[in-house]
């Protein structure tokens, strides 16, 4: 998996990446309550906002980490918010993008990185 500097994971699938929230964001928002997905087919441009996670404490968004097209999103995070909590690196993914460019991923961070940038 690769890390971003907004607490997102990515994971390869075949040709699609995997989006979600690390377990340090999940920690940090505390009980997550609602979930807002994007639509699919939406065309995204790195760093738009493509979804947004309401918890207990806050309001926050996830942010496209690529250019790419989102091809599928996690249609049980909106009636079970609590996935987040739950498992946030597993059933709780996101969304699925179909990336503009696949290279772009070798400049995220590696868990090791990751660990280190939120020591």
Known sequence: MKYTEEH???RV???????GI????AE???DVVFVELPELE??????DEVCVIESVKAASDILAPCDGEIVAVNEALPDTPGLVNEDPT???WFFKMKLDDMSVLD????EDEYKDFIA
């Open 8 to 10: 997102e994971w990515l």
């Open 107 to 110: 400049g995220f961070m590696s």
């Open 90 to 92: 597993g059933d709780a």
């Open 22 to 25: 690390t377990e340090h964001a």
């Open 13 to 19: 699938e075949g040709d699609l990446v995997v989006v």
């Open 28 to 30: 940090q928002l505390g």
């Open 42 to 47: 939406t065309q995204v441009a790195k760093g």
